[in-house]
C-alpha cells in the first residue's frame, strides 16, 4: 500500500468516526428524547415533532451554500466549525425551558450538519479516491447508521440516568473531545497533486454526463427528485416516531430504543449489501428492490405488538431504510452522469430536504388526530412504492442523452 492509499484510508476511518459522533448523535437521537421532553412540557407531538422538521429543512436549505464555501475553504475547517455548532445545540438544548429556544438548538444542530456530515465527507473521499471509491464511500458513510445504532443506546443510558438534560450534555461531550482533535488532525480536502510534484500538468479530463439545463429536462432528473421526497419523508419520521409508536404498543422505552438501535445496526450491513445489488444490476433496480422492499418492512410493523412481529420486522426494515442514502448517488450518476453530479446531487437534496420536513410533522399530527401510529405507517409503505416506480421509470445515461437530442432536432 502506497502513502497516499494508507493516508486516504486513515482518512476514512476518521470521517466514520466523525459520522458516527455527530451525524449519529444529531441525526438519529430525537426519538429517545422525545418522551421525556413530552412529559416535562405537555407539547403535542406534532409540535415537538417539528423541532426535527426545523432541523432537517436547515441541513437542506444550507447545503448549496456550504458546497460553494467547499471550493474555497479547505474541509476540515469548515467540518470542525459544523460539529462546535452541533456541539452547541445540544448544549443549548439541556438548558432550554420553552419550545422556542428548542426549536433555535435544532435549528443550529441543523446548520452544524450541513457543515459537517454528508456532503463534505461526500467531497474528501472522492477527491481521494478513484479505483475504489464506492467501497471507500460505503464505508465512510456506514458510520451514519453505526452512529445511529450506538448514540441512540448512548442517549437513552444518559436519560435514564441524569435526565434528559444530562442526554444532551452526554452527547455533546464527544463532539468537543473527540470529533474536532480527530478532523483537524487528520482530514485534508484533497491529496497534493503527484502530477504537479513531479513537475508535469495534469491532463483535464472531460467526465460524461449532462449539464444542469438538460438535466433538469430529463425525465430520470425529477423520477430521482420524488424518490428523495419519498426517502426524506419517511427515512426521517420512522427515526423519531419509532420508540415512542413501540411505546404506545406497551413496550419500555428501552426496547424502543434497542429497537431503533438494531434498525440503524442492519442499516450500516444494508448499505454495503445494497450497494453489491447496485452494482452487479443497476441503481435503477437496486433503488426500486429497496424502496419494495421498506414498504413491506412498514406494512409488517403494524403487528408489532406482537415481540415475534417485532423481531422480525427490525431486520426487514433495518435492512433497506437507510440505503438509499449510498443508491440514491449512484442512480444520479447511472442516469444524469457526473460532469454536474454535485450540482445536481444538491438539487435533488432539496426534495428529500421537503419530505424530511413534512414527514415528521404529519406523522405526528396522525398520531395526535387518530391516537395511533397506523395510517402514519400505512402512508410509510405508500411513499416507499410511490420511490419505487419512480426508480423504474428512470433511464440511463445515454437514453436521456438521445432522447433530449431527439427533442431538439429540427422537425
Not at 142 to 147: D, E, I, M, R, V
Not at 181 to 203: I, M
Not at 270 to 298: E, H, P, Q, Y
Not at 320 to 344: D, H, N, Q
Request: with cysteine.
Amino acid at each position: 500500500m502506497t502513502p497516499h492509499e494508507r493516508r486516504g484510508w486513515m482518512i476514512v476511518a476518521s470521517l466514520f468516526t466523525e459520522l458516527m459522533l455527530v451525524f449519529g448523535a444529531g441525526f438519529f437521537t430525537s426519538g429517545i428524547f422525545f418522551i421525556p421532553l413530552l412529559r416535562q412540557f405537555g407539547w403535542s407531538r406534532a409540535q415537538l415533532a417539528s423541532v426535527t422538521g426545523a432541523l432537517q429543512a436547515t441541513l437542506g436549505i444550507t447545503t448549496p451554500v456550504f458546497g460553494w464555501v467547499l471550493d474555497r475553504v479547505e474541509a476540515r475547517w469548515l467540518m470542525a466549525a459544523g460539529v462546535a455548532m452541533v456541539g452547541a445545540g445540544f448544549v443549548g438544548a439541556s438548558r432550554i425551558n420553552s419550545f422556542a429556544p428548542l426549536m433555535l438548538c435544532y435549528i443550529t444542530v441543523g446548520i452544524g450538519l450541513g457543515a459537517s456530515t454528508l456532503l463534505p465527507v461526500s467531497l474528501v473521499v472522492a477527491n481521494w479516491f478513484r479505483e475504489r471509491r464506492g467501497i471507500a464511500m460505503g464505508i465512510a458513510m456506514a458510520g451514519t447508521s453505526a452512529g445511529g445504532s450506538i448514540m441512540t443506546l448512548a442517549a437513552h443510558w444518559a436519560i435514564g440516568h441524569g435526565g434528559w438534560r444530562f442526554g444532551y450534555l452526554f452527547l455533546a461531550a464527544p463532539m468537543f473531545l473527540i470529533a474536532i482533535p480527530v478532523l483537524l488532525l487528520t482530514v485534508q480536502s484533497r491529496p497534493r497533486s503527484r502530477s504537479a510534484a513531479s513537475g508535469k500538468d495534469e491532463p483535464k479530463i472531460e467526465l460524461p454526463g449532462l449539464e444542469i439545463g438538460p438535466a433538469l429536462g430529463a425525465r430520470s432528473f425529477w423520477m430521482i427528485f420524488v424518490i428523495q421526497f419519498c426517502f426524506g419523508y419517511f427515512a426521517v419520521a420512522i427515526v423519531v416516531h419509532l420508540p415512542p409508536y413501540l411505546v404506545g404498543l406497551g413496550y419500555s422505552s428501552g426496547v424502543g430504543a434497542l429497537a431503533l438501535s438494531l434498525v440503524l445496526i442492519c442499516a450500516s450491513l444494508g448499505k454495503l449489501l445494497m450497494g453489491t445489488i447496485a452494482d452487479r444490476l443497476s441503481g435503477r433496480i437496486a433503488v426500486a428492490l429497496n424502496f419494495t422492499i421498506t414498504a413491506a418492512g412498514f406494512l409488517i410493523f403494524l403487528g408489532a405488538r406482537s415481540p415475534v412481529v417485532l423481531a422480525l420486522a427490525i431486520p426487514i426494515l433495518g435492512v433497506v431504510i437507510g440505503a438509499p442514502i449510498a443508491l440514491v448517488p449512484f442512480l444520479t450518476a447511472e442516469c444524469l452522469g457526473l460532469k454536474r453530479f454535485g450540482s445536481i446531487v444538491g438539487l435533488t437534496n432539496l426534495a428529500y430536504t421537503m419530505g424530511a420536513a413534512v414527514g415528521p410533522v404529519l406523522s405526528g399530527r396522525i398520531y395526535d388526530l387518530s391516537h395511533n401510529y397506523a395510517a402514519a405507517l400505512v402512508l410509510f409503505a405508500i411513499f416507499a412504492l410511490i420511490g419505487a416506480a419512480a426508480a423504474l421509470a428512470c433511464s440511463g445515461l445515454e437514453e436521456e442523452q438521445a432522447r433530449l437530442i431527439k427533442e431538439i432536432a429540427p422537425a
